[in-house]
Nanobody
Framework: QVQLVESGGGLVQAGGSLRLSCATS????????MGWFRQAPGKEREFVAT????????YYADSVKGRFTISRDNAKNTVYLQMSSLTPEDTADYYC????????????????????WGQGTQVTVSS
């Protein structure tokens, strides 16, 4: 079992920045690919970013590319999502998720490939 707890959400003005954290516990998370997803009010949950367990490979949704950066510190069992140049369209509940990796570069943007999910943290961007 892997437990995921997100933090760092809040209210920020458009153009501002936030850093989300996802603290993990349980099994060794260094062998898990990690992802961030978000769900805006009245919308389906969507992929945001993913990172391989090695940290070498990352992939982003087009909507956040160049503005968001995913990273991980396996020694601290924590995954981060640095968000900058935020817009009201980024307002959503943000979830981190863990996927048992099949190789060091494994990652996924597919929601149903993830095995564990956090409870989410809310991000609100005001205009």
């Amino acid at each position: 079992q892997v437990q995921l707890v997100e933090s760092g959400g809040g209210l920020v003005q458009a153009g501002g920045s936030l850093r989300l954290s996802c603290a993990t516990s349980g099994r060794t998370v260094s062998t898990y690919a990690m992802g961030w997803f978000r769900q805006a009010p009245g919308k389906e949950r969507e992929f945001v970013a993913t990172i391989s367990w090695s940290g070498v490979r990352t992939y982003y949704a087009d909507s956040v590319k160049g503005r968001f950066t995913i990273s991980r510190d396996n020694a601290k069992n924590t995954v981060y999502l640095q968000m900058s140049s935020l817009t009201p369209e980024d307002t959503a509940d943000y979830y981190c998720a863990a996927k048992l990796a099949t190789w060091s570069g494994d990652w996924s943007y597919t929601e149903n490939e993830y095995d564990y999910w956090g409870q989410g943290t809310q991000v609100t961007v005001s205009s």
